[in-house]
């Protein structure tokens, strides 16, 4: 019995088991549903939370993007932009395919498939969530629309749920190509861009449609994470992540073999900073602050669109111009030595460090690059600019700072390792040393019928300095102040072939109670008429003809060309340039020879759109009817020709030898001690003025004059400015009578300049003027 009964128990110790399992079973699938009927009834909570308060899809259905103020020259070429962010609304339709297929390659290779929400890429997300946290990635399109418009970029499980159910509604609301319309135009994609149309301009200078493969793959790459993507700041890891995006286009058969070999092997010129079609920086800044004082805060945000009165073509002659010949300047006045100075570490990681924070306390200027100095010979520098690989200067290359070269040249001056220097690259590749200047210089042009802006160029880099010498630099004119001066004696009965005495002269009121000696730069010449002195510029003769007419007259005449009469003094010097203009002011005196007479407002803005294009405002367009003389007609046309006379055979001749035109009029000036040099002119209905300077003033050289430092500037621009232009003459007007071989006012004829010599020549200096005559200087 016992043994039956123990033998029993053995036999049911299996089933015991088994029932023990399958209670275990039950129990873990009572649990595991349990566990899912509370994950559902959480989240259902969750849900029911989240829907009343999911935001209104307006800021979708009716996309309103800050858009920022963008500025155009008169030919639609855009000079600036100012905004929190760079954005263009492009339309989906003209956004290139390429761009497309490359964008949802790498993002969302189903986004034409799917309802908006990939379920296994959520699933694995909120399985992540629940355990810790959001680190898988499941968004799509319309769930980064859905975070882009209206959630923050926290990673919690309510966030996640938000943005998955208006992913829904939007996908209810839109249709596929509004919403990859609405992602395209308003993802980041760094360096203040937003959406691939302005992000295409930043990194490449280029629109859309003229993005290449390679370029739509890059750019296609940075969204996952512009800051590390972006080609600009990390190329390393833009070109790694390129190369990922036309992987996929391959393996989704967007693109051939031969195209993904091509693209991947295609060198990229990346832009390190933004680009315009129009270098006119100052003229930006002027525009703004305008649309500021009119807009307020709403200007960088509503998409206001200003063309101003520039023409591309001449504005990019103008800045090419200046810079160009500032340069030359430079280079004639020698190497001055490195700009700065680094220890470099021997470990490569901090050595690379250590560049890298001493260029970007030097940042490049144009074509002007500074590059760290890290190998250094007679013969060669090799040196590590802030992008790209390590440059190499040989040669004719090193010409320039030969002498910095030398072990005898001073510590300060010489180019060793670690020097920071600057270096320049020629049109064949060879690089060169060069430096930023430290002089600087402006240019202006206007048309001289109705004033508008036609180039304006402020200084020789915005960046360095934020200051516009066109509009705000109060520099001595010099010699370009006397046509004003003949044109008041003009109206005191003077005429061009009035004899005045080129002699030296001797006046009281000198600086230490010793007389003032007004003299000439090239000598005296005795005897000769006012076209003659003018066209040589004699300071003795604009000297006389001043005490002829009176410095009270002659200072009040030039309020009439737009001059403050409180700017310039009450005394003979008037003549000589010792008052103050800026260029603008000096151009606007300039147009009312070259238009005859007349006065002209300066006028950049011609009208502002919004965004839309509407127009919001436009300049009334410019009448000849409403124009009042400030001059007498005839005063302009005798003038014009002196003028003439300055450049075909006086101290502006390099303009005409340069230009080979007949038509050129202008006037070169330099200030004492060359301080300032300007030149001043006109042709057809362009009038010009440049100007070079140090800030502070101190001497240009002893051999730099106005036609050496400005002359050239003005020559180069017009050269564009009048090209297919014919030369234009003037006719004389009713009044004007030529006479023994000039002009003279019909009411003056007769012994007027006989007069003139009367009044000017004492005994002395009749005697002095025959000496020399017969004995020479």
């Not at 250094?376 to 010409?399: C, H, Y």
């Not at 705000?472 to 003009?490: D, E, M």
Request: aromatic share 10%.
């Amino acid at each position: 019995m016992n043994f039956f009964s123990t033998d029993v128990k053995f036999l049911a110790l299996p089933f015991a088991q088994a029932n023990y399992r399958n209670d275990l079973r039950r129990t873990l699938l009572a649990l595991s549903a349990i566990g899912v009927l509370t994950v559902f009834v959480l989240l259902g909570g969750t849900l029911l939370s989240i829907l009343p308060r999911l935001p209104s899809l307006d800021l979708v259905t009716d996309y309103r993007p800050k858009i920022p103020l963008r500025i155009y020259t008169a030919d639609g070429a855009l000079l600036g932009e100012f905004g929190e962010e760079r954005r263009d609304f492009t339309p989906i339709q003209e956004i290139p395919p390429v761009l497309k297929d490359a964008l949802l390659a790498i993002e969302d290779a189903r986004f034409y498939e799917h309802g908006g929400v990939d379920y296994r890429g959520v699933a694995r997300a909120v399985a992540a969530g629940l355990t810790g946290g959001m680190r898988q990635g499941a968004s799509t399109i319309t769930m980064q629309v859905a975070r882009n418009f209206f959630l923050t970029p926290e990673k919690t499980l309510r966030r996640k749920l938000t943005e998955v159910m208006l992913s829904y509604r939007i996908e209810s609301a839109l249709n596929k190509d509004q919403i990859l319309e609405l992602y395209m135009n308003q993802i980041y994609l760094g360096q203040r861009s937003y959406g691939f149309s302005s992000a295409a301009r930043t990194y490449f200078r280029k629109r859309l449609p003229e993005l290449t493969l390679a370029e739509a793959a890059m750019l296609a790459g940075i969204p996952q994470n512009p800051s590390k993507h972006n080609p600009a700041v990390n190329p390393a890891r833009a070109k790694a992540r390129q190369e990922l995006v036309l992987k996929r286009m391959l393996q989704l058969e967007t693109i051939t073999q031969a195209q993904f070999d091509e693209a991947v092997a295609q060198p990229l010129a990346v832009s390190q900073r933004m680009q315009f079609e129009a270098q006119a920086d100052h003229v930006a800044e002027l525009v703004r602050q305008e649309l500021y004082a009119r807009y307020q805060g709403a200007t960088y945000t509503q998409g206001f669109n200003v063309y101003t009165t520039l023409d591309k073509a001449e504005q990019n002659a103008a800045y090419e111009s200046l810079r160009r010949n500032v340069l030359a300047y430079d280079q004639r006045h020698g190497y001055r030595g490195p700009e700065a100075y680094v220890e470099l570490p021997a470990d490569a990681n901090e050595r690379e460090e250590t560049i890298d924070q001493a260029l970007a306390k030097h940042p490049g200027s144009d074509k002007l690059i500074a590059a760290v100095v890290t190998e250094v010979s007679a013969k060669r520098i090799r040196a590590e600019p802030a992008f790209g690989d390590t440059l190499e200067i040989t040669g004719n290359g090193l010409r320039f700072a030969a002498r910095a070269l030398q072990p005898k040249t001073p510590l300060a001056e010489r180019i060793r390792v670690g020097s920071v220097i600057r270096v320049s690259q020629d049109a064949k590749g060879h690089w060169a040393i060069a430096q930023m200047p430290e002089v600087e210089a402006a240019f202006v042009a206007l048309d001289a019928e109705d004033g508008s802006y036609r180039a304006l160029v402020g200084g020789f880099d915005f960046y360095r300095r934020q200051f516009n010498h066109v509009t705000s630099a109060w520099r001595q004119p010099g010699s370009i102040i006397k046509p004003f001066v003949y044109s008041a004696a003009l109206e005191k009965g003077f005429s061009p072939a009035t004899l005045m005495n080129d002699a030296p002269l001797s006046l009281p009121g000198g600086a230490d109670g010793q007389p003032w000696e007004p003299r000439n730069d090239d000598g005296y010449d005795g005897t000769l008429t006012l076209r003659r002195a003018l066209a040589r510029s004699k300071n003795v003769v604009a000297v006389r003809l001043l005490q002829a007419i009176t410095p009270q007259y002659a200072r009040d005449y030039l309020t009439r060309f737009g001059f403050d009469a409180a700017k310039h003094p009450d005394n003979l010097t008037l003549t000589l340039g010792s008052g103050s203009v800026t260029p603008l002011q000096m151009a606007q005196a300039y147009a009312v020879f070259a238009n005859g007479g007349h006065q002209v407002s300066p006028r950049l803005i011609e009208k502002i759109t919004d965004a839309r294009g509407q127009v919001l405002w436009e300049a009334p367009a410019p009448s000849k009817e409403d124009r009042q003389p400030v001059i007498d007609p005839r005063n302009a046309f005798i003038i014009d020709s002196m003028l003439r006379e300055v450049v075909s055979s006086g101290t502006g001749a390099a303009a005409s030898q340069r230009l080979g035109r007949s038509d050129l009029a202008g006037k070169t000036g330099t200030t004492s001690d060359a301080v300032d040099g300007w030149f001043a002119g006109y042709a057809a209905n362009v009038v010009a003025v440049a100007w070079m300077g140090y800030d502070q003033p101190k001497s240009l050289g002893a051999r730099e004059f106005g036609a050496t430092l400005a002359l050239p500037i003005w020559a180069d621009y017009m050269r564009q400015a009048l090209a297919g232009k014919p030369a234009s003459e003037r006719t004389a007007p009713p009044g004007v009578s030529y006479v023994d071989g000039d002009w003279v006012y019909d009411e003056f004829t007769g012994d007027a300049g006989v007069k003139a010599l009367d009044v000017e020549m004492s005994p002395l200096d009749s005697i002095f003027d025959a000496i020399r005559k017969i004995f020479g200087d």
